[in-house]
């Protein structure tokens, strides 16, 4: 299960015409990790994060409520078992690399 979650997680985090909603909840926890224990999203990882968002119409509810979602919160205990070079390293691998620091 934790595997499935990853790899969704990193080979889906920043493509938003393969999410659904459910997916981006989760993609919203473990960007939040991301972007305060490690090097965060670039200008283009940012960009491609808003328009997921905005997608699912997920731009009108604050980040805030959408990181207790226990979806996202999934998301983010995935995240930090897999620590800073681990999600970074499987996003490299999927490809997502150029949206991370």
């Known amino acids: 299960m934790k595997k499935i979650l990853a790899i969704t997680l990193l ?3 920043l493509s938003a015409q393969a999410l659904s909603p459910n997916e981006m909840l989760v993609v919203v926890g473990a960007v939040k990790y991301y972007n ?3 090097a965060g ?3 283009n990882g940012v960009k491609q994060m808003n328009k997921g968002l905005k997608r699912f119409k997920m731009d009108e509810t604050p980040i805030p409520i959408l990181e207790q979602n226990p979806l996202a919160i999934s998301g983010y205990q995935t995240a930090v078992k897999f620590g800073c070079m681990g999600t970074k390293r499987e ?3 999927a490809g997502y690399g150029k949206y991370i620091n």
């Open 91 to 93: 996003a490299h691998k």
């Open 11 to 13: 080979t889906s985090t």
């Open 36 to 38: 305060e224990n490690c």
């Open 41 to 43: 999203l670039n200008h």
